[in-house]
């Protein structure tokens, strides 16, 4: 019986990492199609966002069988609890990137930022895919090492998107409000992109721990 209960534990990993790389392609996609103004690309982000949505519910039906069946204790609570808690974050992060998306397509076919800011989000758009992608990682490795380094990376998107406050405020600043309007919700979406995926890490780190790292940021 013991033994049935731990293959669920796994199988509830599994599908959690499983959605890191959904929300990990999604925001591959997602940057792609707004910095080449591809429409195809962004409507597949679009139609494919039910499915992350379905995986959360998915994952949030099997923890709470578990709790409900067989009421865990010590670490193995944490780890259902874990996996709630992550299933809410990962949703979030294919939200954000279905939002990039959507920016694409209400833009197209003109493109969604001036030439002077697409290397930001280029590389915020890097950032965000490799911290999604070693989510998967350290859901499966339960890496505290791993799940405590993250939070550098999402340093670097959190100052690029200081950075882009000052692009849109400077007085050569040329391209009009809307545009700098885009700036702004977009990096937002990369920032709070981000922000969730080192969630999801901390997560990792109170199961192995038992001890949930401080947090600098909101959870919205």
């Known amino acids: 019986m013991r033994e049935a209960y731990h293959v669920e534990l796994e199988n509830l990993a599994t599908r959690l990492a499983e959605m890191s790389v959904q929300v990990a392609d999604a925001m591959e996609r997602a940057t792609k199609a707004m910095l080449e103004s591809d429409l195809e690309l962004a409507e597949q982000v679009i139609s494919d ?34 996996a709630i808690h992550a299933a809410e974050s990962l949703e979030r992060m294919g939200d954000l990137a279905l939002h990039v998306a959507k920016a694409a397509r209400r833009r197209h076919p003109d493109p969604v930022l001036p030439d002077s800011v697409r ?21 499966m490795t339960r890496d505290v090492e791993a799940a405590r380094s993250l939070e550098i990376d999402d340093d670097q998107v959190d100052d690029i998107h200081r950075h882009l406050f000052s692009v849109i405020m400077d007085k050569n600043w040329e391209h009009g409000v809307a545009s700098a309007v885009d700036v702004t919700l977009l990096g937002r979406f990369y920032e709070r992109y981000a922000d969730h995926a080192v969630s999801v890490a901390r997560r990792m780190v109170f199961v192995v721990t038992g001890r949930m790292p401080g947090y600098s940021t909101d959870e919205a």
């Not at 949030?60 to 193995?76: G, I, K, N």
């Open 49 to 82: 966002d039910a499915l992350v949505d379905d995986a959360r519910a998915d994952c949030e039906e099997q923890a709470y069988a578990l709790l409900a069946l067989q009421a865990p204790v010590a670490t193995d609570l944490r780890i259902v609890l874990a």
């Open 119 to 139: 290397p930001y989000f280029a590389d915020m758009g890097k950032i965000a895919v490799r911290l999604a992608r070693r989510v998967e990682q350290i859901i």
